[in-house]
């Protein structure tokens, strides 16, 4: 293959296709084949070019397939550099904008389930209110009752310790008495002891008085009469302690059957009670249920009504914002169409314009290519910043603090010998390029060999290879 003397425009052509018909760009089909077309035209007028700027400058400088090969591949890489550095930005612009849309149709559905839920709401309000008014009466209802068998309650507790004391003096007395109702009992034996009356003992009681009327006496005359005596003093005392315990055992009879019917008016009480209670407990768990649905509702419809509000506020504020993302996702996708011409100039900037001074570069990229773009009805930004859309102004300030000059020329120039897809050669009487390069590449072990007259500079890394004169 002939690296040196020119291809024809045809072969240049058949190679750009060659190397583009697989390659995806944003662009009719037309459009793609002017490119094609097109790219062997910037080869030939930059070899017109050469031959003026020689002519004019004194300055000899040549293009040939190798730098074709180059324009060809660094615009694929450009392009695909370019595409998805913007296509990115689009889709985040894109999902900014769904968002908001996404937001908007929140807000109006969120609004229909809002007004849904406050119809539901009013009735379970309705509803509870009902049920609590419900409950209210039932609560009355029962606390009457409870009051009624709090009284019955009372009265049955006071008859109960009214028996408790009653029983309780009686078993005193009976305690007492016990000894000697058992002796009485023991000396009366079988006799019935239920006949025996008031007056029975009364009309013992003169014997009783007698001063010789003793067991010591009666022993000393007769057992029989002995055993006499002890009958009727045992009769008489039985009588005596019988008279006391008789009333108390009645008594204690009444009381008892008093307490059985005050506790079967409590009974009847507390099953009334318990009935009531239980209706109570009823109606409360429903009005609990009723008031649980509405506490359920409210806290529902409070969630809609913020999610409302927080949609609202983001589309409020963002208002103003939806205007400039949607010319801006606008600007994207033109910028998009109009890649395919803006690379071709950049591509051609880094692969042909490096040699020329600026009117040659601005002759190049503003009256001959552009005219082929043109004339090719290829899209492309008219009046294209070469260096914003190469490098960023951070990059270039910090050039600037490595020593290289500011104006427009010598950042172009470091734009081709950081992106250019082949080593450059600088021509730098002034050493300016050299002090910046120098520096620049001082962190990546720069390493300089001194030749006579000639100073050769390289980089093991990927960036550059250059030489000085």
């Known amino acids: 293959m002939d690296w040196f003397t020119p291809w024809p425009n045809d072969a240049l052509v058949a190679v750009s296709n060659c190397f583009l018909s697989e390659f995806l760009i944003v662009c009719s089909a037309d459009v793609k084949a002017s490119v094609v077309t097109t790219m062997g035209t910037y080869h030939d007028k930059v070899s017109v ?29 450009l392009y695909t550099e370019k595409y998805n550095y913007i296509n990115t930005l689009a889709e985040r612009m894109n999902v900014g904008l769904n968002k908001l849309v996404e937001a908007s149709k929140s807000v109006a559905q969120l609004s229909k389930v809002l007004e849904v839920k406050e119809k539901e709401l009013a009735i379970a309000s309705v509803k ?33 310790d009214g028996i408790e004391k009653e029983k309780a003096f009686a078993m005193e007395k009976l305690e007492a008495a016990k000894p000697a109702l058992e002796e009485a009992k023991a000396a009366l034996n079988q006799f019935q002891k239920d006949k025996i009356n008031g007056e029975t003992v009364e009309l ?15 022993k000393k005359v007769c057992g029989n009469v002995a055993g006499l005596l002890g009958w009727t003093r045992a009769m008489s005392t ?53 008031m649980e649905e509405k506490q359920d509702l409210l806290a ?46 950049l591509t051609g900037f880094l692969s042909y314009c490096g040699p ?13 290519w552009q005219k082929e773009l043109r004339k090719h009805k290829i899209p492309f ?15 270039i300030s910090e050039w600037n603090l490595q020593g290289l000059p500011g104006d427009d020329l010598s950042v172009q120039n470091g734009i081709i010998v950081t992106k250019a897809t082949r080593y450059p050669l600088l021509i730098d009487p002034q050493t300016q390029g050299k002090a910046w390069i120098k520096q620049k590449e001082k962190a990546n072990a720069l390493q300089v060999q001194y030749k006579q007259s000639t100073t050769q500079i390289s980089c093991f890394g990927n960036i550059w290879y250059g030489t000085y004169q």
């Not at 009681?205 to 009327?213: A, I, K, L, N, R």
């Open 381 to 395: 930004t008219e009046n294209l910043n070469l260096i914003s859309s190469l490098v960023d102004p951070p990059t």
């Open 128 to 160: 509870a209110d009902k049920v609590v008014a419900e409950v209210t009466v039932s609560a009355e209802a029962a606390t009457i009752v409870k009051n009624e068998v709090q009284v019955v309650k009372d009265r049955a507790q006071k008859i109960v």
């Open 49 to 77: 070019a050469c031959d003026s700027y020689f002519e004019r400058f004194r300055r000899r400088t040549h293009v040939t397939p190798k730098s074709y090969l180059s324009f060809v591949n660094g615009y694929k890489t």
């Open 204 to 218: 013992l009681q003169p014997y009783f008085e007698m001063e010789d009327y003793t067991m010591e006496n009666a």
């Open 238 to 290: 039985f009588f005596g302690i019988n008279k006391e315990v008789l009333p108390l055992k009645a008594n204690l009879a009444i009381q008892a059957n008093r307490l059985r019917v005050a506790n079967n008016e409590l009974g009847r009480a507390e099953a009334q009670l318990a009935e009531k209670q239980a209706e109570f407990d009823k109606v409360k768990a429903k009005c609990d249920a009723a």
């Open 356 to 368: 020329f001074n600026q009117s040659f570069r601005e002759m190049l990229l503003k009256d001959i």
């Open 300 to 345: 529902d419809a409070k969630m809609c009504r913020d999610k409302m509000q927080a949609a609202s506020t983001l589309i409020d504020g963002l208002s103003g914002e939806k205007i400039r993302w949607i010319e801006q996702s606008k600007e994207f996708k033109s910028q998009i169409n109009r890649l395919v011409g803006d690379v071709l100039q």
